[in-house]
């Protein structure tokens, strides 16, 4: 057949402008009346590309079987396997090609993508590190382009980031694989959602790995690194803050905090973290507030504040408050016993600092109930109470709540500026009109970028 005959012009020009319905029936006659392999993968290749995967399988084998040894045949046949989901045919194919034309990228690229929706892409899916870890060791001998490779860290530091116990070994090695300049720096979208960018998350996750691995000049560094990209991303501030502490630059580290808690994407952890840092300070009462203040989130449970409930007892052992310790030490025991997990020796530490506090000042252990929801409103109780205790109150009346909105307004009796206030803050069945008590807490109004303040404890006045 002459490749250049006016039929094949016409439908291969259909192909190329992606017109593949018309291109179809083109390929199909030229298939019947002059068969050549450069008809045949066309053919396969625009059945594929128009959602008909078996129709391109099927075509694919009749060239195979016509032309053996032709490496475009047989990429061709891989990519319909491929799509196909006939994922074992379609290895063992993309490997005979590779041994016919070991130098040949487009071959090697395809084996790449047939063993990462084979092997890696399930294995990520289970989060099944070990397999993953063996997957991406054999697609990374192959040479993987940019998109593969970055699809591959992708994966591995997810995987390795979701493990109970984090694996930041894996994701620093698996790191170095690749460079910042390998991912995309454009946002994600899903469900009409915005996510950030592959660039930003590989940054949070080296820098992150540096400072759990206690390489914290390295981290900071990794950390400033990505805010040149991104910079206003709270994370690697984060990251920064945490990596100064860790370097002994504590002052420094808590001015950096400081300021993050201005920060829209701030959330509790970063408060207690705050805490924690005030404290190794010696600025006690002020890391008992915040704690307190940052433990009263409810955006997640007992069982992530584990390790704040330690740091919480032991502030309260430092400020010769015996109950508070007793109670957060508890309930640390209870959540852990509840979900089978061991108890750790900073634990067991902290339960027995307070068995002393308690000797010193001749008390016994208090009564504390072995149930977790119930140690967890005593808990709630001592929270709030500190959080909130030395804050200046005032009495208003409560305003409507905005349709679709998580917050509202209270009205100050004494005429000041009215008063925002979470919905999560107000009493059940609060209703527009009625007269409340709050506390003034310190706040920071992102959209008027000032400092400002919000209600909290909000009670009804009877």
Known sequence: MNRRSPKFEDADRLRKNKQFAKAIPLFADLWKTEPSPYVGWRYASCLRKANQPDQAVEIMRQARSQYPNDKYTLGE???CLRAAGELEEAEQIARQALGLFPDDRHISDRLIWVLYDKKLKPAKEDSDLDQILQSAEEILVLGPNDLALRLIVQAVMKVAK????????VILRWSDKATPEVFETSPNEYNGKTWMSDRETYYIGRSRALLELKRYEEARQQAENGLRDFPNSFFLKRIVALSLAGLGNTQEAVVEMRELQKHPRCDWYAKAELAGMEYSLGHHAEAFR?????????RQGAQYKLGHFVMLANIAVTLRKPDVAAAHVQLAKVVRTNRSWSIPLELFQAERDTEELLETLEQSWPDLPDDEVELSRICEKLWREAATGDLERKEGILLGLPPGKSYTFIK??????????????????SHEGMRVDFALKPSFDRKKNRESFEAVDVRVLR
Do not use: Y
């Open 77 to 79: 046949l891989v990519d």
């Open 162 to 169: 979701e493990q109970n116990n984090a694996k930041w070994d």
């Open 290 to 298: 915040l704690m307190c203040d940052a433990l009263q989130s409810t």
């Open 412 to 429: 100050p009796d004494d005429g000041s500026e009215n008063v925002f206030v979470h919905q999560r803050n107000l009493p059940r069945r």
